[in-house]
DNA sequence: CATTGTGAAGCGTTTCACAGCC
DNA sequence: GGCTGTGAAACGCTTCACAATG
């Protein structure tokens, strides 16, 4: 069992997949699953089989050839591959309706992601209990990132807030940033950005239904386009 | 003024951006802007100036040369390509945390996507009032959907039930799903889905997260991949 | 003369096809 | 014999570079 250095440099799409993988096989393990193809995989993560070779190869040769991957030393490497071998405290800046839902949602402890911590600035939401999180005040958002040795913020405050939030974590000292807000944060460099916008996926998915109307209206019954990024015409 | 028909296939990717220059300009909009250069629009939304044109290339030729956009009309153009001059009613499958603040989101009727229902099979959730909705039963669910002739629902349930959630779904008429549950739903061929996935979010963080420690006992200081899809390392 | 619109080059991702191996 | 691992081809997206033009 070699130890875990990071070797190549993982292609970005398949990073972007290696969760969907790992959760899949998670599945199969507690359906007592041991072993799996890459068909089978590919199969239940609606993707090229071809695809789910080449992802995997990138992390080493894991595979038996005539045979197909071990279920549980897969979910191993492509744990260690994520980081996820130890447990991510992230803190989450906004405690209204979003910032509550987040904090309740199961699949963040769950997955090695426990809430460190849940700061606002509105007073009258200072210590309420949110899924055993107290809320604090924003003033302490600094102290609670140091003392927790939080490296990820969730920007889950209003537009209008959301570049301060930001501002505030970077200078906290955390690297990574789930932002919810529709905003582009500025960042230095290094520090590493995602993006999640509901209105957009709405509005990806109003592209699909406009141009569905105006083919029935045309009578043309051609496919709809294939989706990219995450999300898929099946 | 050309009448709207749907006029090239615009490539998934630069459907994905569609709704962020939207976004920017209607901020700009807002302040009284009335004309952008493409490199303007490039730096507020963080991409290339270069992709920016071939993007909005592809609805047309609106811009002016030596000039730049006219924000009122390229606003208009984006909408009218993303389906935005209609609204999209949109019904909520979950009335949990997730549903709750989904229906609670103001960036969701804000936009276009007022909500036209929210279900629960919990009759202890029935009735309660959330941003203006009343919990309905989930049986009635299909008359929701007929009777406001609803074509995007969003899975708000837990992942154990979100199969079944979509197969209603798509029973009742839908025909885009916004899928909040991590796992892989299964649909009919023309039926859009896009998911929305925390975990893996904060997974994909981790794994940069990762690499940065590894580089720092390396000592290796190269600089962080850029990302793809949604997010970006600055 | 600043800025768009776009062929063409460049680059990363996907898919194919098959050699390698258990 | 069946399935992995991977070069190479195909594809789509991004970026360049510049002609077109208000």
């Known amino acids: ?71 549980g030393y897969l979910i191993y490497q492509i744990r260690r591959e994520l980081g996820l071998n130890y447990d991510w405290p992230v803190i989450i800046v906004g405690a209204g309706n979003l910032g509550q839902a987040l904090a ?14 849940i700061v606002d600035v509105d007073p009258a939401k200072f210590d ?28 889950a405050v209003p537009s209008s807030a959301a570049q301060d939030a930001a501002d505030l974590l970077v200078k906290a000292g955390v690297t990574s940033i789930l932002n919810f807000a529709p905003v582009i944060l500025s960042v230095p460099v ?7 916008d509901l209105a957009v996926e709405l509005q990806i998915l109003s592209y699909h239904e406009q141009r569905r109307s105006v083919a029935q209206q045309n009578g043309q019954l051609q496919g709809a386009p294939a989706d990219r990024g995450r999300g898929a015409t099946a």
């Open 128 to 155: 309420v209990v949110v899924a055993g999180a107290r809320v604090r005040p924003l003033d302490e958002l600094s102290q609670i990132v140091e003392s927790k040795d939080i490296s990820i913020g969730v920007v």
């Open 1 to 71: 069992m070699p130890p875990p250095p990071a070797r190549r440099r993982i292609p970005d799409a398949t990073v972007a997949r290696l969760p969907i993988y790992l959760q899949i096989l998670a599945e199969q393990s507690t359906a007592a699953i041991d072993n799996i193809s890459s068909e089978g995989l590919a199969g239940l993560a609606g993707v090229n089989a071809a695809k789910v070779r080449k992802d995997l190869s990138y992390l080493g040769s894991y595979g038996t050839r005539g045979v197909g991957y071990d279920v």
């Open 190 to 196: 290094g520090i590493t950005v995602r993006k999640v």
């Open 104 to 117: 309740g949602y199961g699949g963040f402890i769950d997955r090695g992601f426990p809430v460190g911590g």
